[in-house]
Structures are given as structure tokens and as C-alpha cells.
């Protein structure tokens, strides 16, 4: 195999002369959204709960000198910015990528688009359970306050699910708002709240701090992320992992909306009785209020 070829190309091939302690490691490495380039040798050793000199042996069995050679393409198959994305002027692109003269345009590159996010829903179906969903629900719903976190890009997913969260319960809370103030919301959280935390590439530095701190306060945590295994995983009671792959410039995160959007309508659907009486409270206030517009453009009014 060449430097081209990925890890997730070369484990399947060599899967049959793999120990049984290899194996173990290689489960990790083929988690939904796991990524190597991100952990050190003994790191990564101590995950799969095997020795260094396994994990050792390991990479040099699926054709790597050993492991940092299998992290350095790693990070230059996937690049972990658009920047490390984006091929410089005159500058060849890494292996394993095409050129951006080469890529497709117009209705072929459409076309590609759209049939990347269908196989990236389908992946979704795959990595989560019906199961998984359910302690999600669970957890939503019964807890006494809800608080939402979401840092950098998650921020756009922890605002969405807030926005369709809020409709189906009361007191469910951005952690981090417009003002920037997560310290000042995390002293409101009380035992037995439900922290969701929102965890997904490029993540932040201060995300570990605010779920450790949200632990000490006896919360429970709520974990959607798009890797399996991290120390944020440890910290929470439930988690959902997203497919995230790697595209051309951008992470998409369909998958995450698409999680976020079906697990709303469990809510509705697992109890009915009470999101109904909110959101006809929502709607009493809507008439009131006439501040949203009726079918045909004019503001709604009560009848």
C-alpha cells in the first residue's frame, strides 16, 4: 500500500494476522469520526487498554514504519483546518487529493454534493441506536432545567437544538449566549440539570474545563460529538456520536442537524400530552402577541 492509502483502508486488509490485542486497538481506530492525528503513542495505548509495544507493532503490520509516520499522513490525508484543506498557489496537493483545477464543477460537483450528504445520513443510521435515542429522550425531557453547550463551530448545533428544545419543555438554557457568558449560566445549574454538550472538529480547549465543572455541580451530561472515544465521552452519562467526514474545504454536519431535528420528534411523541400543553401556550402567546404572520401574510390574530 502507498502513503495514499488511508487507515480505515488498510486495518480491513490486514484484519486476519492481527492479534487479538491489535484488534482491540483497531476497533478504536474504527470508530465513527475517531481520529488518530490528535493523540500521542502511549495515549492512544492506553484508550485501547493495550501495551505500547502492541500499538507498535500494530502500525507496522498495516504498512507503516511505525506510528508517527501513520499520524503525519494521516494529518496530511485529512487536514485538520480549511486552510491545511485548501492547496496553496503552485503548491501540488497532498496525496491522496485532487487538485481544486481537477475538482468537479457545476452540475457534477452538485451531484457528488448531494450523494455525499445522502451516504452521510445513511452512516447516521448506523452509529446511532434506537436505543441510544431513547436514554437521549429520557434524559431531555425529565431533567428539572436543560443547559446547552456548544463552542466554535458546535455553537450552530447547540443553538438549533436549544431553538426546537425550548418549544417542547421548559427552561432549557444556551450555555454559552451572545455575551460570552458560560461561568456566569454554569452557577445556575443545579443537581440533576442535564448539561447536552455539543463537541465536534475544531473543537475548544475550554469545552473538558466546562463539563468538568458542570460534573462537580452533580449535573447529568448529554454528550454529541463526532468521535466515540474522548475524554469527553468519560465524562457523560449518554453520548450520540455524528459521522463527520472530512470534505474538500468544510465539515458538514448534516448528520448532527438530522440527529438533533428526529430526537425532537421522540420528545413530541413520547409525550404528547405535555408538549401539546406547551406548545399551546406557546401559540396563546403568538395570538397575543400577533407577531407571527397568518396564511395569507398578515400578522395572526385570535378569533
Known amino acids: 500500500m502507498d502513503d495514499a492509502t488511508p487507515l480505515q483502508q488498510r486495518i480491513p486488509a490486514h484484519w486476519d494476522g492481527l492479534s487479538a490485542s491489535e484488534r482491540k ?3 478504536l481506530l474504527m ?23 502492541c500499538t507498535a507493532r500494530f502500525f507496522q ?12 499522513l494521516e494529518r496530511d490525508l485529512s487536514g485538520n483546518s480549511p486552510l491545511e484543506r485548501t492547496p496553496a498557489a503552485g503548491k501540488p496537493p497532498a496525496k491522496g487529493r485532487r487538485r481544486a483545477a481537477d475538482a468537479p464543477r457545476g452540475a457534477q460537483a452538485w451531484q457528488e454534493h448531494t450523494r455525499a450528504q445522502k451516504e452521510q445520513l445513511d452512516d447516521l443510521h448506523g452509529a446511532v441506536g434506537a436505543t441510544q435515542i431513547d436514554a437521549a429522550v429520557g434524559l431531555l425531557f425529565k431533567a428539572p432545567r436543560v443547559y446547552v453547550l456548544g463552542l466554535r463551530a458546535s455553537h450552530v ?6 431553538a426546537l428544545w425550548l418549544q417542547l419543555r421548559h427552561d432549557v438554557h444556551l450555555l454559552g449566549d451572545a455575551a460570552a457568558r458560560p461561568s456566569e449560566l454554569l452557577s445556575q445549574v443545579r443537581p440533576g440539570d442535564l448539561l447536552v454538550a455539543f463537541d465536534f472538529r475544531r473543537r475548544s480547549s475550554q469545552l473538558l474545563p466546562l463539563m468538568r465543572a ?6 447529568r451530561q448529554l454528550l454529541v460529538s463526532d468521535t466515540a472515544i474522548s475524554d469527553a465521552v468519560k465524562l457523560a452519562d449518554a453520548s450520540l456520536c ?7 474545504l468544510f465539515d458538514s454536519h448534516i448528520a448532527a442537524f438530522s440527529l438533533i431535528h428526529f430526537v425532537s420528534t421522540q420528545i413530541a411523541a413520547r409525550y404528547p400530552q405535555q408538549v401539546r400543553r406547551r406548545l399551546a401556550d406557546i401559540e396563546d402567546l403568538h395570538n397575543q402577541l400577533a407577531d407571527i404572520e397568518g396564511p395569507r401574510g398578515a400578522a395572526s390574530t385570535r378569533t
Open 31 to 53: 470508530q465513527p469520526g475517531f481520529s488518530l492525528t490528535g493523540f500521542q503513542a502511549a495515549e492512544l495505548a492506553a484508550l485501547a487498554e493495550v501495551s505500547r509495544a
Open 61 to 72: 503490520k498495516i504498512g507503516y514504519e511505525g506510528f508517527h509516520q501513520a499520524r503525519r
Open 242 to 248: 455524528c459521522p463527520n467526514p472530512r470534505h474538500y
Open 157 to 162: 448545533l447547540a443553538t438549533y437544538a436549544q
Open 214 to 219: 458542570a460534573a462537580r455541580r452533580e449535573a
Open 25 to 27: 486497538l483497531a476497533h
